[in-house]
């Protein structure tokens, strides 16, 4: 009896999970998000400088099945660049919009906000047609736990013309600066810059430590700082002000 309730348990999780999904990829369509990988072969230089070497940019279903591709252009980069370290970088991205997508990233989380709105949506409609059948004294315009689900329903909606707006913003800015280069350390956002160089400088000179992001326009760029890398200048005004 507990194995049956504990495999019971496990098939919903099983069937929430695949809804959630089916959720996430109608707000994707509605959105007309289109997933392409940006994928660039590189090498570094020692002054942290990256060549690259060469580019595929393919839609996102495809990178699966040209995994093969993807393998033999790296073996042959590695045997023609023996000495030196082959890496291969694979940035998502909106074809639509040029945007990034991924985890934390704008369009996802409008996505994610546009797909809760779907899913509260259908609970409230099962809620209603089960007790419709089931209740003879439902009254929908005063149950209460349909007002409580109403009202979420209601912010979700806010929460989710909030990001819209915000992304809107985003997309016309991208489009007028796809030169520009926004640097970040973690989620926190240091700043946008002309150029590759004039981030980094900036990002050696800020004296915040943890995982650095560089994106722009299919260009992606990450490392990390350790406290004792930070620049001896800083340590020493931060030793004063001690």
Same mark, same amino acid.
């Given at each position: 009896?507990? =194995?049956?309730?504990?495999?019971?348990? =496990?098939?919903?999780?099983?069937?929430?999970?695949?809804?959630?999904?089916?959720?996430?990829?109608?707000?994707?369509?509605?959105?007309?998000?289109?997933?392409?990988?940006?994928? %660039?072969?590189?090498?570094?230089?020692?002054?942290?400088?990256?060549?690259?070497?060469? #580019?595929?940019?393919?839609?996102?279903?495809?990178?699966?099945?040209?995994?093969?591709?993807?393998?033999? +252009?790296?073996?042959?980069?590695?045997?023609?660049?023996? +000495? +030196? $370290?082959?890496?291969?970088?694979?940035?998502?991205?909106?074809?639509?919009?040029?945007?990034?997508?991924?985890?934390?990233?704008?369009?996802?989380?409008?996505?994610?906000?546009?797909?809760?709105? %779907?899913?509260?949506? +259908?609970?409230?409609?099962?809620?209603?047609?089960?007790?419709?059948?089931?209740?003879?004294?439902?009254?929908?315009? %005063?149950?209460? =736990?349909?007002?409580?689900?109403?009202?979420?329903?209601?912010? $979700? $909606?806010?929460?989710?013309? @909030?990001?819209?707006?915000?992304? =809107?913003?985003?997309? @016309?800015?991208?489009?007028?600066?796809?030169?520009?280069? #926004?640097?970040?350390?973690?989620? /926190?956002?240091?700043? @946008?810059?002309?150029?590759?160089?004039?981030?980094?400088?900036?990002?050696?000179?800020?004296?915040? %430590?943890?995982?650095?992001?560089?994106?722009?326009?299919?260009?992606?760029?990450?490392?990390?700082?350790?406290?004792?890398?930070?620049? /001896? !200048?800083?340590? !020493?005004?931060?030793?004063?002000?001690?």
């Amino acid at each position: 009896m507990a =194995q049956e309730l504990r495999s019971n348990r =496990q098939s919903r999780v099983i069937d929430d999970r695949m809804q959630d999904a089916k959720d996430l990829a109608k707000a994707e369509k509605e959105l007309r998000i289109e997933h392409w990988v940006y994928i %660039t072969f590189e090498i570094r230089h020692e002054d942290g400088n990256r060549e690259v070497l060469h #580019k595929i940019d393919i839609p996102r279903d495809m990178v699966d099945r040209w995994r093969w591709l993807i393998e033999w +252009r790296r073996a042959k980069l590695v045997c023609k660049y023996p +000495r +030196r $370290k082959v890496t291969v970088y694979h940035c998502a991205y909106d074809k639509r919009t040029g945007l990034q997508t991924g985890f934390n990233f704008l369009l996802s989380k409008v996505a994610s906000a546009k797909a809760q709105i %779907t899913k509260v949506e +259908r609970k409230i409609a099962e809620y209603i047609h089960y007790m419709t059948h089931n209740d003879l004294f439902f009254n929908p315009e %005063t149950d209460e =736990q349909l007002l409580k689900a109403n009202a979420k329903l209601e912010q $979700k $909606k806010i929460n989710y013309n @909030e990001v819209y707006a915000i992304l =809107q913003a985003e997309v @016309e800015k991208h489009k007028n600066n796809k030169d520009m280069y #926004k640097l970040f350390v973690g989620f /926190k956002k240091l700043g @946008e810059f002309k150029s590759i160089s004039e981030a980094k400088q900036f990002a050696d000179r800020c004296g915040e %430590t943890g995982v650095f992001n560089l994106i722009g326009h299919l260009y992606k760029d990450s490392w990390y700082v350790f406290e004792h890398l930070k620049p /001896k !200048e800083d340590k !020493e005004n931060n030793s004063n002000a001690d």
